[in-house]
Every structure is written in C-alpha cells, then in structure tokens.
C-alpha cells in the first residue's frame, strides 16, 4: 500500500468525522432555535402578557403556576387579563384571585369582560387595578349558591335505597338518594353565607362601595356594563384597545409593547383524553365535585 494512498485514506477518515460532527451540531442549533421558538421558559422579551379566563372556574394548580410565573417575569410588565365566564366554585374563585393579586402587587393587572363576568367571574376581576367590559356585557351576581340534585323519586322507582352509617346527623352532607333534612339545609346556609361575607368584604375593599351602594348590588342580579359603570362595579365601557392606553398612561415602558398569551402555556388533553370526557374541564368527576360544592354562579353554560 502506497503513502500517498494511506494519506488519501486517513483524509477521507476526517471528512467523514467532520461531515458527522457538523451533522450533530446543525441538529442541535435547529432543535434549540425551534425549542426557544416554541417555549417562552427559554427566551423572554418586554411585553404585556395576556390570559384568557374562559367557561367555569374550578380549582386549577397548572393555571396558578402560570400565573405565578408572570408574576416572577420581569420582562412581562402587566397582564391583561379577558374574562368571559359565568362563574365557577367558591375555591377556584379564591385560588385564581389570588393567584393575580399576586401579580396586582407587583405589576399593572388591567381586566378586559367580554360577553359575562358574572359571580366568581367577578370576583376574579376585582383583583385588577382597572376593569372594562362592553356596554352590554353581563356582570354581577354577587352571591353564592349551592345547588343538590334530588334523585329519590327516581331511585324509589328503580328499588335503590342508600344505607348509611355516619357519626352525626351532618356527617357526610348531602344524600342524592334522598331529599335533604332540615338540619342539613341549615348547615348548608351557614357554609354559603360565610362564603357570600367574604365576596361582599372583597367587592367592599376593591370597588370602595359599602352600606346601601354594597347591599343595593349583593341580592344575586346581573347587570349590563352600563349599569355597572353607574353601580362602581367596573371602571369603563372598553376592551383591549382601552386596556392598551391604560397600559401605556402607566409609563414610557410599555410605549411599543406586544402583547404574549400566556394562555397558550396550558397543557392541552390528549386526543383519547378528549374523546373519553377525561379532560380537564369537561370530566364527569369535575362535574360532580362542581356540583357538590358551593358556587359562585349565575348562568348555566
């Protein structure tokens, strides 16, 4: 074997280890570009976040998380925060409004309503420094309620009965199978006026309204945005557009601005978790837990 072929040998050897190194290292800069594309963990800019608050309110730890981390991101300079929903439970309620208090402690949280803002819905929107809904927008129903399905008519008719053994007479709340005593319903009132105390005290501190203007506003109604102008229940007719200029009469650091979902950060259910009613929001176990405790609502969806 000649020198020169060993020389031409050991030279196409390095060509192929460079083409296979460069190989690895297009791969790796095309999966990281598109991985900082795609996941604002890995590149974050000035702007305004934004997080759509949609359908019922339930008790969401994956939501707070993100929450918390527009709280923590200093380049995320404000929220803006759309709201179009009828309510939810009384500890989804509470989680989310803290959730962007925490925010409102920090950094500008404007509220944008769209078609309703209604009981925990509202309540969520008192955590902002300024809330806008449209003119005819559904707002209010401050109150709290707790609704049992009675299904002992139906179980005598099948022959299903529910035997019980419990400590003391409310032990274990509410029976499906049969209708509610007297004693259980009052135990149920103290649990929903203690709840309703709380939202009254929360909408008393945000909104600067107390006596007759807070009772005048407390029996459970709904309200058009105009109306709550006029009530002090939110600050103006608008939307995002008006959101924006609030933003911008905060400071010359959102001049020029953009606006990032953050909504877009929530996991999406599987396919078969979808196509199995497991998801989320849409499980029958969220339905019932829903149903079984008490609400912050005002109009079935």
Do not use: C
């Amino acid at each position: 074997m000649s020198l020169e072929f060993e020389l031409y040998e050991e030279k196409r050897r390095k060509m192929r280890r460079f083409s296979f190194f460069k190989g690895v290292l297009v791969t790796l800069i095309i999966t990281g570009v598109t991985a900082a594309i795609w996941n604002r963990d890995l590149i974050s800019y000035p702007h305004i976040a934004t997080y759509n608050v949609v359908g019922e309110i339930y008790d969401d730890p994956s939501r707070d998380s993100i929450l918390r981390e527009i709280a923590e991101d200093d380049n995320a300079y404000g929220l803006l925060l759309k709201i179009n929903s009828p309510g939810g439970t009384v500890v989804g309620a509470e989680a989310l409004y803290e959730s962007l208090k925490n925010i409102s402690d920090k950094k500008p949280v404007v509220v944008t309503i769209g078609e309703v803002g209604a009981s925990a819905a509202y309540l969520v929107a008192l955590a902002g420094d300024k809330i806008f809904a449209r003119g005819n927008s559904l707002i209010g129903s401050i109150g709290v309620i707790v609704q049992y399905p009675d299904l002992s008519k139906l179980a005598e008719v099948l022959g299903i009965s529910m035997q019980v053994v419990k400590s003391g007479e409310a032990k274990g709340g509410t029976n499906f199978f049969e209708p509610m005593n007297e004693n259980i319903i009052k135990n149920q009132e103290v649990l929903v006026n203690d709840s309703f105390v709380w939202f009254k005290e929360l909408v008393s501190q945000r909104r600067k309204l107390n006596g007759l203007e807070l009772d005048k506003i407390s029996k459970g109604q709904l309200f058009t945005g105009r109306m709550a102008v006029e009530l002090g229940l939110i600050d103006a007719i608008g939307s995002s557009d008006q959101a924006i200029e609030y933003f911008q009469s905060q400071g010359p650091e959102f001049k020029g601005v953009g606006l990032v979902d953050w909504t877009l950060k929530k996991e999406t259910p599987s396919f078969w978790s979808k196509f199995l009613s497991l998801g989320h929001t849409t499980s029958i176990a969220n339905k019932l837990k829903f149903m079984q405790s008490p609400r912050l609502f005002s109009i079935a969806s």
